[in-house]
């Protein structure tokens, strides 16, 4: 009886908690400082991150990724229906969905953006996600029917991701400009999109207001439309200092990239919320595996032990205390564990300096080397990242040269090929594991990330699971493509690191989704 | 006086040019690729090769150069690369911040070093010269952006008496909001002047003219003003003019500290991302700027001291 009357308790107490949630506070800006502004809102004509993320708060897609990333759920599409040979899909509009300046959404429009997005002339450095649709048709007024060239098991996602963002069709093409790109660049000045917010001011680097689109479909659980806020204030403040520092004294109420040296701290402060959002995102250093270097010297990176001892020489543990603070993770596989299909038993290359030893000795190295590195002048991340690896390789004779350079010139080099080692960062896009192996591992796209290592066998794996419907076959195969990668290590595994943002308590039901993505839709600010 | 001012006209327009052939070796020069900064490290060799063509870079400097040329000429300035907007409209939404800001700093150090060196000069080897001179001595050794730092820690975030970073909306807000950046601007330059004004205060107060005048009865007030003060601003006045360059330069950080959207920023965050039309045409309106407010220093020196248009 006493058991029975607490657990009602617990549920009534689970209600009131659910009743809450319903209660959300709707109006208000939300203030929300960014480290680097957004270029250019188009869709599909972007490849930085800062136009990414907020990409889906502006465009909605046909589909929308589901909170784990693993599947996807109905966005402007109620329905979604694959053939049975995978080779046709045909999706049902939602009735009455409108872009956010009341006009309708029309089958038409969907097509046009699709048709735009998936061509490489005009769909950018994404095209690939949809290269694999042959056609886009429209039949009635609800149906759309994409037809592909091959069966593509990652089509649902990519339908999904920001560059499959639906655009009104009208609007763009009555933008001034003769060619699509000087329609895109006048259009995305003021762009009106389908997404829960709409741009309404934009001042390069300093701030950009995005307000609520009246229009947006979707309900909040109370039956009245989304989003709750009325408007989102992005302020431009590239100093970490001067962003924290706005923070706390309240004049922001979201702050992203806390510098990790600060997280503890802000952890402390019981005014604010310090979160670590998970991140599909890899920490690493690449390597150039080619047999001599662009300066015509020969390069002992070429020898796969090599590579293998300078993995075993580094302990990821103190990698991570050093940059991290202990905020990140072992990588596991050069993919982040959180995308579909990642593959690791466990951390790769386990702190080990007499392994390391005896491999560099094997491949006749014993007395070591000398080894230069790229790093970006002025980051803090760099230095404390490759200061600690200069001392942990020093115990196997290997001499770390460490080369600042800032970001222009070290891409320039970088793209020649004309490097040794790297920093490298990676962030998925897209929930599914072939962005990142179709350009970290897999030749023919830009040789490994220009690290010059080739596995034939990997690519010929990468191009079976590009078709492969089987969920089980296309696991497999992802699976000895990580093995596979990981034994030729062409590069030296680090960690996975979370977004750190802190926010001030009344900032209720904010996510940052491992893809980077900064989701607002929920989002409400507490009285 | 005229001759003075069309002989500076046409230095002004030599250094124009010479800026521009600079600024143009220096950014086609320095290694890096603005359509690779743009499109990221994930970019196909394809898609890279295809946006050089579209922003004519895969043409000879040459023909790069005499398309800059022409461009400035007729006052063209293009399309930044980066933000995809005219560079007109990025140059003309800041430009009037950073010369809010730089006049406030100037205004400030003058306010700051004027009263103070008077003080010192007068008290020549007194506590109060000691004090004023430790003063100055610490702000002058101290980096631009330790002194915003502490200041936006101490005034803003402490107490609450200043915002941190911005510039608000409208006029008096701005002026509210840029104060503290002003006065971050404006310390190390009054230390300057005050040690320049000081000196040159000691300087006239012994000299034989002003001995002179006192001696004819004058009071010492109009000694002061007429005589002492006139004489002695004349150095600081020229260290002022050659110090707008410097002020500029310490605008770039000044206003990434505070988060201000003015040139110093733009032309900061554009030279690191390479945006060639960017930097060139900044580069351009500023040194054409710095050397009207040359012009106009020379001209107000020319008034106190007229031996300056001989």
Same mark, same amino acid.
């Given at each position: 009886?006493?058991?029975?009357?607490?657990?009602?308790?617990?549920?009534?107490?689970?209600?009131?908690?659910?009743?809450?949630?319903?209660?959300a506070?709707?109006?208000?800006?939300?203030?929300?400082?960014?480290?680097?502004?957004?270029?250019?809102?188009?869709?599909?004509?972007?490849a930085?991150?800062?136009?990414?993320?907020?990409?889906?708060?502006?465009?909605?897609?046909?589909?929308?990724?589901?909170a784990?990333?693993?599947?996807?759920e109905p966005?402007?599409?109620?329905?979604?229906?694959?053939?049975?040979?995978?080779?046709?899909?045909?999706? %049902?509009?939602?009735p009455?969905?409108?872009?956010?300046?009341?006009?309708?959404?029309?089958?038409s429009?969907?097509?046009?953006?699709?048709?735009?997005?998936?061509?490489?002339? %005009?769909?950018?450095?994404?095209?690939?996600?949809?290269?694999?649709?042959?056609?886009?048709?429209?039949?009635?007024?609800?149906?759309?029917?994409?037809?592909?060239?091959?069966?593509d098991?990652?089509?649902?996602?990519?339908?999904?991701?920001?560059?499959?963002?639906?655009?009104?069709?009208?609007?763009f093409?009555?933008a001034?400009?003769?060619?699509?790109?000087?329609?895109?660049?006048?259009?995305?000045?003021?762009?009106?999109?389908?997404?829960?917010?709409?741009? %309404?001011?934009?001042?390069?680097?300093?701030?950009?207001?995005?307000?609520?689109?009246p229009?947006?479909?979707?309900?909040?659980?109370d039956?009245?439309?989304? &989003?709750?806020?009325?408007?989102?204030?992005?302020?431009i403040? &590239?100093?970490?200092? %001067?962003?924290?520092?706005?923070?706390?004294?309240?004049e922001?109420?979201?702050?992203?990239?806390?510098?990790y040296?600060?997280?503890?701290?802000?952890?402390?402060?019981?005014?604010?919320?310090?979160?670590?959002?998970?991140a599909?995102?890899?920490?690493?250093?690449?390597?150039n595996?080619?047999?001599?270097?662009?300066?015509?010297?020969?390069n002992?990176?070429?020898?796969?032990?090599?590579?293998?001892?300078? !993995?075993?020489?580094?302990?990821?543990?103190?990698?991570?205390?050093?940059?991290?603070?202990?905020?990140?993770?072992?990588?596991?596989?050069?993919?982040?564990?959180?995308?579909?299909?990642?593959?690791?038993?466990?951390?790769?290359?386990?702190?080990?300096?007499?392994?390391?030893?005896?491999?560099?000795?094997?491949?006749?190295?014993?007395?070591?080397?000398?080894?230069?590195?790229?790093?970006?002048a002025?980051?803090?991340?760099?230095?404390?990242?490759?200061s600690a690896?200069?001392?942990?390789?020093?115990?196997?004779?290997?001499?770390?040269?460490?080369?600042?350079?800032?970001?222009?010139?070290?891409?320039?080099?970088?793209?020649?090929?004309?490097?040794?080692?790297?920093?490298?960062?990676?962030t998925?896009?897209?929930?599914?594991?072939?962005?990142?192996?179709?350009?970290?591992?897999?030749?023919?796209?830009?040789?490994?990330?220009?690290?010059?290592?080739?596995?034939?066998?990997?690519d010929?794996?990468?191009?079976?699971?590009?078709?492969?419907l089987?969920?089980?076959?296309?696991?497999?195969?992802?699976?000895?493509?990580?093995?596979?990668?990981?034994?030729?290590?062409?590069?030296?595994?680090?960690?996975?690191?979370?977004?750190?943002?802190?926010?001030?308590?009344?900032?209720?039901?904010?996510?940052?989704i491992?893809?980077?993505? !900064?989701?607002?839709?929920?989002?409400?600010?507490?009285k | 006086?005229?001759?003075?001012?069309?002989r500076?006209?046409?230095?002004?327009?030599?250094?124009?040019v010479?800026? =521009?052939?600079?600024?143009?070796?220096?950014?086609? +020069? @320095?290694?890096?690729?603005?359509?690779?900064?743009?499109?990221?490290? #994930?970019?196909?060799?394809?898609?890279?090769?295809?946006?050089?063509?579209?922003?004519?870079?895969?043409?000879?400097?040459?023909e790069q150069?005499?398309?800059?040329?022409?461009?400035?000429?007729?006052?063209?300035?293009?399309?930044?690369?980066?933000? #995809?907007?005219?560079?007109?409209?990025?140059?003309?939404?800041?430009? /009037?911040?950073?010369?809010?800001?730089t006049?406030?700093?100037?205004?400030?150090?003058?306010?700051?070093?004027?009263?103070?060196? +008077?003080?010192a000069?007068?008290?020549?080897?007194?506590?109060?010269?000691?004090v004023?001179?430790?003063?100055?001595q610490?702000s002058?050794?101290?980096?631009?952006?330790?002194?915003?730092?502490?200041?936006?820690?101490?005034?803003?975030?402490?107490?609450?008496?200043?915002?941190?970073?911005?510039?608000?909306?409208?006029?008096?807000e701005?002026?509210?909001?840029?104060?503290? /950046?002003?006065l971050?601007?404006? @310390?190390s330059?009054?230390?300057?002047?005050?040690?320049n004004l000081?000196?040159?205060?000691?300087?006239?107060?012994?000299?034989?003219?002003?001995? +002179?005048a006192?001696?004819?009865?004058?009071?010492? #007030?109009?000694?002061?003003?007429?005589?002492?003060?006139?004489?002695?601003?004349?150095?600081?006045?020229?260290?002022?003019?050659?110090?707008?360059?410097?002020?500029?330069?310490?605008?770039?950080?000044?206003?990434?500290?505070?988060?201000i959207?003015?040139v110093?920023?733009?032309?900061?965050?554009?030279?690191?991302?390479?945006?060639? =039309?960017?930097?060139?045409?900044l580069?351009?309106?500023i040194?054409?700027?710095v050397?009207?407010?040359?012009?106009?220093?020379?001209a107000?020196?020319?008034?106190?001291?007229?031996?300056?248009s001989?």
């Amino acid at each position: 009886m006493k058991l029975r009357s607490k657990g009602m308790l617990l549920a009534a107490l689970g209600l009131l908690c659910a009743s809450q949630t319903w209660a959300a506070n709707r109006g208000g800006t939300l203030v929300f400082a960014r480290q680097v502004d957004s270029q250019f809102l188009d869709p599909t004509q972007t490849a930085q991150n800062a136009d990414i993320w907020i990409s889906l708060n502006l465009y909605d897609t046909l589909l929308l990724a589901s909170a784990d990333g693993k599947s996807t759920e109905p966005g402007l599409a109620l329905a979604t229906k694959v053939s049975d040979d995978g080779k046709s899909i045909t999706f %049902t509009m939602r009735p009455g969905i409108k872009f956010a300046d009341g006009s309708p959404i029309a089958v038409s429009d969907v097509k046009w953006s699709l048709d735009r997005a998936r061509v490489k002339e %005009t769909g950018g450095e994404f095209a690939f996600l949809l290269s694999s649709i042959a056609s886009v048709e429209t039949k009635g007024e609800d149906s759309v029917i994409v037809q592909m060239k091959h069966r593509d098991p990652t089509i649902l996602q990519a339908l999904a991701t920001f560059n499959s963002g639906i655009m009104p069709e009208k609007l763009f093409m009555a933008a001034p400009g003769d060619t699509m790109l000087a329609k895109a660049k006048a259009f995305a000045e003021h762009p009106i999109g389908s997404g829960p917010f709409v741009m %309404t001011s934009w001042k390069r680097n300093a701030e950009m207001v995005m307000t609520r689109n009246p229009y947006y479909w979707k309900p909040a659980a109370d039956g009245k439309p989304l &989003p709750y806020l009325d408007s989102v204030k992005f302020l431009i403040i &590239p100093d970490d200092a %001067t962003r924290m520092l706005k923070l706390k004294a309240g004049e922001v109420d979201i702050t992203e990239f806390v510098p990790y040296s600060r997280v503890t701290e802000l952890k402390a402060d019981p005014k604010l919320n310090m979160v670590l959002f998970p991140a599909a995102q890899v920490n690493y250093f690449a390597l150039n595996t080619r047999p001599t270097l662009k300066d015509g010297t020969k390069n002992p990176l070429n020898d796969v032990r090599v590579r293998q001892a300078l !993995n075993y020489a580094t302990d990821k543990e103190a990698i991570i205390q050093v940059v991290s603070y202990g905020a990140g993770t072992p990588q596991k596989s050069f993919m982040p564990m959180s995308t579909p299909l990642a593959f690791g038993e466990g951390p790769l290359y386990p702190y080990d300096v007499a392994k390391a030893k005896k491999l560099l000795a094997d491949a006749g190295f014993a007395s070591g080397f000398e080894i230069t590195c790229m790093a970006l002048a002025g980051s803090a991340d760099d230095a404390a990242k490759l200061s600690a690896l200069q001392q942990m390789w020093s115990q196997v004779g290997v001499k770390l040269k460490i080369e600042q350079l800032e970001a222009a010139t070290r891409l320039a080099r970088y793209n020649a090929a004309d490097f040794q080692m790297r920093t490298s960062l990676w962030t998925n896009d897209i929930n599914d594991p072939n962005e990142i192996t179709s350009i970290i591992a897999y030749y023919p796209t830009r040789q490994s990330a220009r690290t010059g290592w080739q596995d034939k066998r990997v690519d010929e794996l990468f191009e079976i699971s590009q078709e492969e419907l089987n969920p089980e076959k296309r696991a497999a195969q992802y699976r000895e493509i990580q093995q596979r990668y990981a034994e030729a290590a062409p590069i030296i595994f680090a960690m996975e690191v979370p977004y750190p943002v802190a926010m001030q308590k009344k900032v209720k039901d904010f996510v940052q989704i491992p893809l980077g993505n !900064n989701i607002f839709i929920d989002t409400y600010l507490d009285k | 006086m005229l001759a003075l001012l069309a002989r500076r006209v046409l230095h002004i327009a030599a250094t124009v040019v010479l800026v =521009a052939l600079l600024i143009f070796a220096l950014m086609h +020069f @320095l290694p890096g690729d603005p359509v690779l900064m743009l499109l990221g490290d #994930r970019a196909s060799d394809e898609s890279i090769a295809r946006m050089r063509h579209e922003m004519g870079l895969d043409r000879t400097m040459l023909e790069q150069f005499w398309e800059f040329l022409w461009h400035m000429a007729t006052f063209r300035f293009g399309d930044s690369v980066t933000m #995809r907007v005219p560079v007109v409209s990025l140059i003309k939404e800041r430009l /009037p911040v950073t010369i809010m800001l730089t006049s406030m700093a100037m205004v400030l150090a003058v306010l700051i070093a004027a009263p103070l060196a +008077f003080i010192a000069a007068l008290r020549q080897g007194g506590w109060a010269d000691a004090v004023i001179r430790v003063i100055s001595q610490v702000s002058l050794s101290m980096p631009v952006f330790y002194i915003g730092l502490v200041l936006l820690i101490t005034l803003a975030a402490g107490l609450r008496l200043f915002p941190v970073g911005g510039i608000g909306d409208g006029f008096f807000e701005n002026l509210y909001y840029l104060f503290l /950046p002003s006065l971050t601007l404006a @310390l190390s330059l009054s230390a300057i002047l005050l040690r320049n004004l000081r000196e040159s205060l000691i300087d006239v107060l012994h000299a034989d003219y002003v001995g +002179f005048a006192t001696a004819k009865g004058l009071a010492r #007030r109009t000694v002061l003003t007429r005589h002492v003060l006139r004489n002695a601003c004349i150095s600081t006045v020229t260290l002022l003019g050659l110090h707008v360059g410097s002020l500029i330069g310490g605008a770039v950080i000044t206003e990434s500290v505070f988060a201000i959207p003015g040139v110093g920023r733009l032309m900061i965050d554009s030279i690191y991302s390479r945006d060639y =039309a960017v930097v060139q045409s900044l580069t351009m309106v500023i040194a054409i700027l710095v050397s009207l407010v040359f012009l106009v220093f020379d001209a107000v020196l020319a008034m106190l001291d007229p031996r300056v248009s001989a």
